[in-house]
């Protein structure tokens, strides 16, 4: 994945490079009804209205996915709700220790082989 982020952001930034050494020239850029004048390279008012544009169609973006992340949140919800639900389903039960999963001493019925037979060392 780095690879690939490389072979991306080096051509790109190459590109925009050599977009700004070739664009050094100043411009004048005015905001016709208000009385503001803007005199800069034109490199950087080329790469500042890019910057706006991808920052405004994030916004965008943004606010369009509000119906999924709502639906997430929704589902996520849910989710912590049906877990709460079988684990205070499985708590009462306690027919097995949380630990181990073998059955609790207090469960064994009198009379029943005991879970682990023991052995006898014969001595000679």
């Known amino acids: 994945m780095k690879l690939f982020f490389w072979l991306v952001i080096v051509p790109i930034a190459c590109v925009l490079g050599v977009f700004a050494v070739a664009n050094r020239d100043a411009v004048t850029l005015t905001f016709w009804p208000l009385p503001v004048t803007l005199q800069a ?30 639906e997430a949140r929704r589902l996520a919800r849910r989710v912590d709700d049906a877990e709460r639900a079988l684990a205070a389903q499985a708590a009462p039960l306690g ?25 006898e060392i014969a001595r000679n």
């Open 41 to 70: 390279p034109i490199y950087l008012i080329v790469l500042l209205a890019l910057l706006a544009g991808f920052l405004i169609g994030e916004l965008v973006a943004w606010i369009n996915g509000h119906h999924w992340r709502r």
């Open 95 to 119: 027919s097995r220790t949380p630990a181990t999963g073998a059955p609790s001493p207090s469960m064994e019925m009198a009379g029943s082989p005991p879970s682990a037979p023991s052995r």
